[in-house]
T-cell receptor, first 118, second 109 residues
Framework: GAVVSQHPSWVICKRGTSVKIECRSLDFQATTMFWYRQFPKQSLMLMATSNEGSKATYEQGVEKDKFLINHASLTLSTLTVTSAHPEDSSFYIC??????????????FGQGTRLTVV | QKEVEQNSGPLSVPEGAIASLNCTYSDRGSQSFFWYRQYSGKSPELIMFIYSNGDKEDGRFTAQLNKASQYVSLLIRDSQPSDSATYLCAVVNAGKSTFGDGTTLTVKP
C-alpha cells in the first residue's frame, strides 16, 4: 500500500507556543489530505480536509486560525497548532488520498503525532 | 443519534473463536465502508473495505454489507491474541470518512 509519513511522532510543547506537524506522501501524489484528532478512548474526529493548492475546508467547531493547515505541494501537508493549550493535547493523525483514486476509496494514514501541551 | 454506531465493548472471545463486530450507519448515501484495526497509541490500519452488498472474504476476515439495513459487520475467524485491538468502522460518502467510536476486542489465550 501507499506510504504516508507523519512527523514528529510525539512532541511536548509549552503552553502558548506553536507546533507544526508534517504529513508526507512518500510514493504517491496526495491530492487530498485529511487531518484528524483523537482523544483517549474516542474515535477519530475529522478536523479539516485540504486539497493541494487550495484552502483547507474545516469541520464545524474547528478554529481555522488556531489549526493552520497548508497543503502547498502534492506530497506535503502541514498542521500548525498555534498558541497551544493543555486541552489541545491529543493524538493528531493525517491521511491522504492519491490523484488516481476515486473519492470514496481508501485514504492512507500516517503514523500519528502525540501532542502534549504542558 | 451518531452517524456511525458501534458497540463499544469490550468484546471478549477465546482464542480460536469467531469474533463478530457490528456497525450501523445513518447516511443512506454512503458509498464505501472500511474496517480498521487500531492498537493503543498507534494509527489505524486498514483491515477490509467493501463497496457492494454481500460478503467479502480476505483470509480470516469477512466483511458483510447490507445497505438496505444500513449495516456492516466484520467477522474474524480463528481469533488470535494479536487480534486484540480496537476496531473502527468507517463510512465514506462524497470522499468524506465518518468513523464509529470503535469496538475493543480482547482475545484470551
Amino acid at each position: 500500500g501507499a506510504v504516508v509519513s507523519q512527523h514528529p511522532s510525539w512532541v511536548i510543547c509549552k503552553r502558548g507556543t506553536s507546533v507544526k506537524i508534517e504529513c508526507r506522501s512518500l510514493d504517491f501524489q496526495a491530492t487530498t489530505m485529511f487531518w484528524y484528532r483523537q482523544f483517549p478512548k474516542q474515535s477519530l474526529m475529522l478536523m479539516a480536509t485540504s486539497n493541494e493548492g487550495s484552502k483547507a475546508t474545516y469541520e464545524q467547531g474547528v478554529e481555522k486560525d488556531k489549526f493552520l493547515i497548508n497543503h502547498a505541494s502534492l506530497t506535503l501537508s502541514t498542521l500548525t497548532v498555534t498558541s497551544a493549550h493543555p486541552e489541545d493535547s491529543s493524538f493528531y493523525i493525517c491521511s491522504a488520498r492519491g490523484s488516481g483514486q476515486g473519492a470514496n476509496t481508501e485514504a492512507f494514514f500516517g503514523q500519528g503525532t502525540r501532542l502534549t501541551v504542558v | 443519534q451518531k452517524e456511525v454506531e458501534q458497540n463499544s465493548g469490550p468484546l471478549s472471545v477465546p482464542e480460536g473463536a469467531i469474533a463478530s463486530l457490528n456497525c450501523t450507519y445513518s447516511d443512506r448515501g454512503s458509498q464505501s465502508f472500511f474496517w480498521y484495526r487500531q492498537y493503543s497509541g498507534k494509527s489505524p490500519e486498514l483491515i477490509m473495505f467493501i463497496y457492494s452488498n454481500g460478503d467479502k472474504e480476505d483470509g480470516r476476515f469477512t466483511a458483510q454489507l447490507n445497505k438496505a439495513s444500513q449495516y456492516v459487520s466484520l467477522l474474524i475467524r480463528d481469533s488470535q491474541p494479536s487480534d486484540s485491538a480496537t476496531y473502527l468502522c468507517a463510512v465514506v460518502n462524497a470522499g468524506k470518512s465518518t468513523f464509529g467510536d470503535g469496538t475493543t476486542l480482547t482475545v484470551k489465550p
